[in-house]
């Protein structure tokens, strides 16, 4: 189903361009306002949360007064997780809630991420009804003059978020003792993040939390797992945390200073729930979910499929299947005893409470072999460029010297102008081969 507006993850580009700026968000707002509204489940309520880009100055208020104009009341919360806004769209029995970020993504990119009453993302069918509403003349989608929207700030996010946190652990739970680095990546979770941490009672050395608009990912976050690296060797530090711009990815570090990805994560908190009974079904990892995780889950019984790139597929895959742990290497993971949607805080907070007697994180985590895998991106101007013949016969050769002893995976970014070449097998040369086989073509 192809979509003109939607990506993997919700809406994104670079700012001021054909979709992200403020006549398109007006259009957003007024659209997915008035679908919403037509659904007459719950009071006429979105909320609204960001994360710090320069942007979202420009582009908020734009989305409110499009809904406001669609007859929704809008509250803003201003900077917060994404998980936060999908839980407070839940508890608040909201309509709507739309995060704008970019997620990872540079300063001068900006979207939305929508999420409904039930705090999970929109399914393809939802975004092609928005779509076509987003198409339609505005003057048909606006609501006569006392039917308007009214719109209020609200100043609790931060707190109220972290108070929901909290209310998944025991009261006794704690973090004294123990000092813990987290990179907030000057994004979404900047106060979140030291704030829940500190109030647990840890020693927090903080960083990535000066954002001035412009230093969204720059140089740190999860995309740059070095900072945190340094900063746990330099502090002595028992672990370290780091989020990406809107705090729904997490990329951790052990005492040792070992980078921590998504699919370790998974293996060592699906080992823990599986022997703790709170596993239900297996765990879903994405198509980029490393093999070696593939081949210790299944050693350990434990079911696992694979989704599409992208949390939304994975809680759908979830769903589907009843399984209650999933996500992808690139540190999204859900929850789903918790949460709807990716959570970086909540997956700190349940790695640390497996944590809380002693046990050190590198012997937590380090429980498996990966398959030796290189990753790739390619800048393209046009994308499709994938189609091309002489692009799909080198993804067939590839494949076909690799058949038996890894795998070569070629996709296209749902949210970059980019080409993804992903392979895997323990054959270095062989790997490095097929990748190049691939990279050549297409550059």
Not at 187 to 215: D, F, H, R, T, W
Not at 265 to 275: D, F, G
Not at 379 to 394: F, Q, T
């Amino acid at each position: 189903m192809t979509k003109k507006y939607f990506g993997t993850d919700g809406i994104r580009g670079a700012i001021n361009s054909e979709n992200i700026n403020g006549d398109m968000f007006f259009k957003f707002g007024l659209a997915s306002g008035t679908y919403f509204k037509s659904q007459k489940k719950r009071s006429q309520i979105a909320i609204i949360a960001k994360d710090t880009r320069l942007s979202g100055y420009t582009l908020e208020p734009a989305l409110v007064s499009g809904l406001a104009s669609s007859g929704m009341h809008v509250f803003t919360l201003g900077p917060l997780p994404t998980n936060g806004l999908a839980m407070l769209t839940r508890i608040m029995k909201a309509n709507m809630g739309i995060m704008i970020t970019a997620s990872h993504n540079p300063h001068n990119d900006n979207g939305l991420k929508l999420f409904g009453p039930d705090g999970m993302k929109l399914s393809d069918k939802i975004e092609k009804k928005i779509e076509r509403l987003i198409d339609k003349k505005i003057i048909k989608n606006l609501s006569k003059p006392e039917k308007l929207g009214r719109v209020k700030r609200l100043e609790t996010g931060t707190q109220d978020y972290i108070k929901i946190l909290k209310r998944n652990f025991t009261k006794e739970f704690n973090l004294r003792g123990l000092r813990i680095v987290i990179d907030c990546a000057n994004g979404a979770g900047y106060k979140a993040g030291p704030e829940l941490l500190k109030s647990l009672g840890a020693k927090v050395i903080a960083i990535g939390v000066n954002p001035n608009g412009l230093n969204i990912n720059k140089n740190c976050g999860s995309t740059f797992p070095s900072k945190i690296r340094s900063a746990v060797k330099k502090h002595n530090a028992h672990i370290g945390i780091s989020l990406d711009g809107d705090a729904d990815r997490i990329i951790m570090c052990d005492e040792k200073s070992n980078i921590i990805d998504g699919d370790q994560i998974i293996a060592a908190l699906a080992t823990r729930w599986k022997s703790k009974k709170m596993l239900k079904g297996g765990v879903v990892g994405t198509l980029m979910s490393n093999y070696g995780l593939e081949i210790y889950l299944k050693k350990k019984g434990i079911k696992f499929i694979r989704a599409k790139v992208g949390d939304r597929y994975v809680k759908e895959k979830m769903q589907k299947k009843k399984f209650n742990l999933g996500g992808e290497q690139s540190g999204h993971i859900i929850l789903g005893k918790f949460a709807t949607t990716g959570d970086g805080l909540l997956v700190a907070l349940e790695s640390l409470f497996a944590l809380r007697k002693g046990k050190k994180a590198s012997e937590f985590f380090d429980i498996f072999k990966k398959t030796p895998q290189i990753l790739k991106n390619i800048e393209v101007r046009n994308m499709n460029i994938i189609n091309k013949s002489k692009i799909k016969n080198s993804i067939k050769l590839a494949t076909k010297l690799i058949k038996g002893q890894g795998r070569i995976l070629v996709r296209k970014s749902g949210t970059e102008s980019k080409i993804r070449i992903m392979g895997e097998s323990e054959n270095r040369n062989l790997l490095l081969k097929c990748v190049n086989i691939v990279l050549k073509k297409i550059k």
